[in-house]
Nanobody, 125 residues
Framework: VQLQASGGGSVQAGGSLRLSCAAS????????MAWFRQAPGKDRDFVAA????????YYADSVKGRFTISRDKAKNTVYLQMNSLRPEDTAVYYC???????????????????WGQGTQVTVSS
């Protein structure tokens, strides 16, 4: 499985970015796809996840109301629309995929077997 993330960049606070993550070579039915982020010197944190079949979404409290995760099943792609960006959103953003994630561990990076290469998001004040 290959996950190709794109869409990062530099914006000013209050701006928007849309990240994309295209999956290829998948031979299983995903249950959840997710976005995580890692700021310099910090652990990798959960951002959002989406149930691949039903479309149910889950968010970290820090991004609720600002970020929206969605998926296009035909394109095997998951998106992260990020609005009202803040300097504290600055991080490398990673998409993740797994056939075995369950709801109770959807926010745990240990639950995901496949990771994209990361895309840098920088928000200036």
């Amino acid at each position: 499985v290959q996950l190709q993330a794109s869409g990062g960049g530099s914006v000013q606070a209050g701006g928007s970015l849309r990240l994309s993550c295209a999956a290829s070579g998948r031979t299983f039915n995903s249950r959840y796809m997710a976005w995580f982020r890692q700021a310099p010197g910090k652990d990798r944190d959960f951002v959002a996840a989406i149930n691949w079949s039903g479309g149910h979404t889950y968010y970290a409290d820090s991004v609720k109301g600002r970020f929206t995760i969605s998926r296009d099943k035909a394109k095997n792609t998951v998106y992260l629309q990020m609005n009202s960006l803040r300097p504290e959103d600055t991080a490398v953003y990673y998409c993740a995929d797994s056939p075995s994630v369950i709801l109770s561990n959807v926010a745990s990076d240990n639950a995901y077997a496949y990771w994209g290469q990361g895309t840098q998001v920088t928000v200036s004040s």
